[in-house]
């Protein structure tokens, strides 16, 4: 990793380049490895190898200590990081795993070479991390019956020799006491309630594991605490739901792909705990044991196969009065759950993994949980009735408050489009339209929208250029006329109140290709909403697509892992892509990349997916920065105004090689 060294005066030679090596960017942007507010996630980094240990069947126990001097020990009995030398790199495998960015054991998937088939992500910097912000840190190594030490100093800048300190029988493990380094972090100390947290929640993901907390007193013996669930999610859900009765019995459950499984993995998917309350509790949800605490793809897999289960019962009993529509957010609006999914590779938002990215688990936890459930409510027939019981109930709770707003709608309400495809709810917090460029792609986004609440709106060529078109004349227009009738709003100033009671809809998508001509309509029609619909902006209502640019198509892996279809928003996730699949083991010419030329080249399959599904799909809130409005409408008047070509030649000219421009 380098970086250009800030210059002085106007030298600029090659020792203007400074390489930064080993763990060195680490400390120079900690930031951008691991949170800076407190050395949690860097203890964590360390907890996870021994719950990765545990997650595999080979540790019963993980014990961390707080030590009085802001150091942390963390001790498991699992097999103890391996100590002899690396076949390639000649150095003892523990020095590379606390000395070296991307080397450890969780990257090579393929069958028989992977120590972990499922661990807690691929970001691959791990315990390296822990050990460039710390200024000690002590291994100590439990394995083939003899005791190794080796120590770090100086933010893993000094490496001790490994040395033997006894023997040990049969006992295997490895014992790590970390010394933060408070310049990093805002507070020197990990927060209490969040170790705590993380520690109740490994006992729960693990059956049969005892997770102990000692934490040493100035003054008075060490306090202890014990984590362990023998009834697992279960027991853990009616623990945090406290007295609150559910209205059927908690169902728990767990499905795992088999070896002959066509689109996933041998043992990925998942295991549950679910409850229904009147008063809603919140859910939590795991990937190989990393909270995911802003929950994820797999929570929108869970929400899914819920949905569909529940909805199918209602179905085959006949529950669902006349005229009441059932949405997701009915069924699931009131269910606490725990949820614990495996996949190979997760992707996350973020080193700090806190939401899950991976497309493929939504079909993974979605299929997996839906039969099971489906059947149980069948073999509990009571219970599966209470719980479609109060998913009516608020279904019917949504529709009385969306007719209230709907008569305060209809009076004089414009005829709709002929060309808008129309959504069938009227909440306006679910439905969505999307502005879709061309009638290729709108025939597609039509095939791939859900008709509950998503509505597609074709756009015939480019939207009118509408910064200095009067608003007497905006409607002449036949598509600026279409989208304010679709909308329900009418044009207004900035400075007006206006009436939003008639809009339609909670979210304005504008959907165009990822090439110029696309950014050209974008431009168009934000033009459009900020200068004739400001208030749409202001109050958050208009989003951007984000299509993707690229497909990549990846070969299956032998059985342990069947054939996949990525997608990259841009070069810099494709080239992302790419250097994680050559860790996988693939070669580049076995991955083919393909190039979506528009939207009306993916399938409805492809849009869906990357385009359209919440659970899924990229898009960008369009919000005017704070404090900034008067640049903005000057840079409008600019790039927008009829007489202002002089002024765009000369910003051209200055700015236009800063522009990123696919021609």
Avoid at 536 to 541: N, S, T
């Amino acid at each position: 990793m380098s970086e250009i060294a800030p210059m002085t005066g106007k030298q600029y030679d090659e020792s203007s380049f400074r390489v930064l090596k080993g763990l060195e960017p680490v400390r120079e942007r900690p930031g951008m490895y691991t949170r800076t507010d407190s050395p949690a996630h860097i203890i964590q980094e360390v907890i996870d190898n021994a719950a990765d240990e545990a997650l595999g069947g080979f540790a019963k126990k993980i014990h961390v200590t707080l030590h009085l001097d802001g150091s942390v020990t963390i001790a498991d009995d699992g097999r103890g990081i391996p100590v002899g030398l690396h076949p390639e790199e000649g150095v003892p495998v523990v020095v590379l795993a606390y000395t070296r960015l991307h080397a450890g054991g969780k990257f090579d998937k393929r069958e028989g070479n992977s120590a972990y088939a499922f661990s807690g992500g691929l970001h691959g910097v791990g315990v390296a991390v822990t050990n460039a912000l710390s200024t000690r840190i002590e291994v100590e190594v439990r394995r083939d019956g003899k005791i190794h030490r080796i120590d770090f100093g100086h933010g893993g800048e000094d490496i001790g020799a490994l040395r033997e300190e006894g023997t040990c029988g049969r006992q295997t493990g490895t014992r790590v006491r970390v010394w933060p380094d408070p310049k990093y972090f805002d507070s020197p100390r990990v927060p209490m309630q969040e170790l705590e947290r993380l520690l109740r929640s490994k006992a729960v993901l693990l059956p049969g594991v005892s997770v102990r907390l000692d934490t040493e007193q100035a003054a008075g013996p060490t306090l202890t605490k014990t984590w362990s669930y023998p009834e697992g999610l279960a027991g853990y859900l009616r623990e945090v739901s406290g007295d609150l009765e559910p209205v059927a019995p908690i169902y728990t459950g767990e499905s795992y792909a088999a070896k002959d499984d066509p689109s996933f993995a041998p043992g990925e998917g998942a295991a549950w705990a679910l409850a229904w309350f009147e008063t809603p509790v919140a859910g939590e949800s795991y990937v190989n044991l990393i909270p995911t605490v802003a929950g994820g793809t797999h929570e929108s897999g869970l929400r899914a196969g819920v949905f569909d289960a529940i909805k199918s019962f209602i179905d085959h009993h006949a529950l669902l009065p006349r005229g009441v529509k059932l949405q997701q957010e009915d069924v699931c609006g009131r269910m606490s759950f725990v949820l614990s999914a495996r996949l190979l590779d997760p992707q996350f938002q973020g080193q700090v993994k806190e939401k899950l990215n991976s497309r493929e688990a939504v079909k993974l936890v979605s299929s997996q949980l839906r039969d099971p459930f489906e059947i149980w409510l069948n073999n509990h027939v009571e219970a599966g009735k209470a719980i479609a019981e109060l998913s009516i109930k608020q279904a019917m709770a949504r529709q009385r408050s969306a007719q209230k707003v709907e008569k305060k709608k209809t009076s004089g309400v414009a005829v709709l489009p002929g060309k808008l495809s129309d959504c069938e709810s009227e909440d306006l917090a679910d439905n969505e339209l999307f502005l879709v460029e061309g009638d290729s792609a709108g025939g597609s986004a039509k095939m791939a929208r859900n008709k509950e609440t998503q509505a597609i709106l074709p756009l015939r060529g480019k939207v009118q250029n509408a910064w200095e078109v009067d608003p007497n004349r905006l409607l002449a227009n036949a598509e600026i006329h279409d989208i304010a009738v679709a909308l329900g709003v009418d044009a207004h100033e900035r400075s007006a109140e206006p009436d939003l009671s008639g809009l339609r809809y909670g979210k304005v998508i504008i959907m165009s290709d990822a090439d110029v001509d696309g950014a050209h309509i974008q431009t168009l029609l934000l033009t459009l909403f900020f200068r004739h619909f400001p208030k749409l902006i202001e109050l958050g209502h208009i989003y951007v697509a984000q299509p993707p640019l690229y497909r990549v198509d990846v070969p299956a892996q032998g059985k342990k892992r069947p054939a996949r279809r990525l997608y990259a928003l841009d070069d810099g996730e494709l080239t992302a892509i790419r250097d994680r699949l050559a860790q996988e083991g693939f070669k580049p010419d076995a991955v083919e990349v393909g190039r979506f030329k528009g939207l009306g080249e993916m399938n409805p399959e492809q849009l869906r997916e990357t385009t359209m599904d919440p659970a899924t799909r990229r898009v960008q809130p369009v919000q005017v920065r704070a404090g900034a409005l008067d640049d903005t409408l000057k840079m409008f008047t600019l790039l927008m105004g009829k007489g202002e070509a002089s002024g765009r030649r000369a910003w051209m000219e200055a700015k236009g090689d800063s522009v990123e421009a696919d021609v």
